[in-house]
């Protein structure tokens, strides 16, 4: 079976600041991985994958996430965060063994300041 | 391009009662996904169809079911409503339903059951 965990349910985090938002997984076979955002009363948007090949993939709006597998993790981040990325931002997985079901995370909060 | 679209936007049902949600995926996908995010929570994995064929079934009862139509919009229908469906209902398409493909999300349908 696959599964997510994102161990924080808000991350707080001043304008200008850099970010992360974490994200570990669960799978039996290989991972594919993915972030998306979600704005009040709205859908998903998505922001980036890893699929395979380089572990830092860059995505949407100045983030990127790290792939390592020995941690089994994909953290969210980006260099400095603006206000306007205050929002609820989820980690999905999908396991190449496991067919087409989408795995979401819990939700992180994030939170920037002004 | 237009987005996924879904409709109604909200509604409110009464107990026992049935209900009938819509998604029309982007243009040239052939996958729709539908998904469950009761407030507070994840995504949740209901459905997969391409193609017109059911591809994967989450852990939801027989009450939920779904179609694909020839033009590749689906409808999800929700029988003998509990207050427990009360919740955010989105839609997803993908160009063919692979694992590595990225999901694009609908804004939703709010449903509420009293």
């Known amino acids: 079976a696959q599964s997510v965990a994102q161990p924080e349910d808000q991350v707080n985090v001043a304008e200008g600041n850099p970010l992360t938002v974490k994200c570990t997984y669960s799978v039996s076979g290989n991972p594919y991985l993915f972030w998306y955002v979600q704005y009040p009363n709205r859908g998903l948007q998505f922001l980036l994958k890893?699929?395979?090949?380089?572990?830092l993939v860059k995505g949407s709006y100045g983030f990127e996430a790290e792939f390592n597998k020995s941690q089994t993790s994909f953290h969210l981040k980006k260099p400095s965060a603006l206000v306007s990325d205050s929002a609820l931002y989820f980690c999905a997985v999908r396991d190449d063994n496991a067919g087409n079901m989408l795995t979401f995370g819990g939700g992180t909060r994030l939170m920037v300041k002004p | 391009d237009a987005g996924v679209t879904q409709s109604p936007t909200h509604l409110i049902k009464t107990r026992g009662q049935q209900v009938t949600l819509r998604c029309s995926p982007i243009?040239?996908?052939?996958?729709v996904s539908w998904y469950q995010q009761v407030l507070g929570q994840g995504p949740q994995f209901i459905f997969q169809?391409?193609?017109?064929?059911?591809?994967g079934r989450g852990n939801f009862p027989d009450r939920f079911s779904a179609r694909q139509f020839p033009n590749y919009s689906s409808e999800l229908n929700v029988n003998a409503l509990l207050l427990g469906d009360s919740a955010l209902y989105l839609c997803?398409?993908?160009?063919?339903?692979?694992?590595?493909?990225?999901?694009?999300f609908g804004p939703g349908t709010r449903l509420l059951v009293l």
């Open positions: 890893y699929i395979t090949g380089d572990n």
């Open positions: 243009s040239g996908h052939k996958s």
């Open positions: 169809y391409y193609e017109k064929e059911e591809r």
């Open positions: 997803a398409s993908s160009l063919a339903g692979l694992e590595q493909e990225t999901q694009y």
